[in-house]
């Protein structure tokens, strides 16, 4: 058994070095094969290889994928950063239009009168001068959160 595998690596080796032949045809067709065609413009091609290294192919596969790894990372990151940035604008567009409605409140409750607001019935309940000063101590501190 030894034996035939040695062999077979010898005729596999030989197979490998032997030559390839190149013609034209008198079509102007470009012909490649193993054996002479006798064809006057055939021309011996010398092959040569040199075998290939297992470790280098590994190193090459190794850079391949930690590439690949590194693509991967950065894709997810861009990915999560523009999820966190959509997000940061939402929150800011919230906490402007909470500013601009409690900003309203404030300014209506500043122009009317009389103040009220409305029971569980939906009732209007006014508001006393204590009442109305704390509403607006409220209102003064919610523009002070939303609005700075």
């Given amino acids: 058994m030894a034996g035939l595998t040695a062999l077979a690596i010898t005729v596999s080796g030989a197979a490998m070095a032997d030559s390839i032949y190149k013609w034209t045809d008198a079509e102007g067709n470009v012909h490649y ?6 064809e006057a413009t055939e021309e011996r091609l010398q092959i040569t290889y040199a075998r290939t290294s297992s470790s280098s192919v590994k190193r090459q596969v190794d850079s391949y994928r930690s590439a690949a790894d590194a693509r991967e990372d950065a894709r997810t990151a861009a990915a999560e950063s523009r999820a966190e940035a959509a997000e940061q604008r939402a929150a800011e567009e919230e906490r402007m239009a909470r500013c601009e409605q409690t900003r309203a409140q404030l300014a209506q409750m500043l122009e009317a009168r009389r103040v009220y607001r409305e029971d569980e019935n ?6 006393d001068d204590v009442q109305r000063a704390e ?13 700075s």
């Fill in 122 to 127: 939906g009732e209007r309940v006014y508001l």
């Fill in 135 to 147: 509403a607006r101590a409220r209102a003064e501190e919610q523009i002070e959160e939303h609005c």
């Fill in 33 to 38: 094969g193993d054996r002479p065609s006798g």
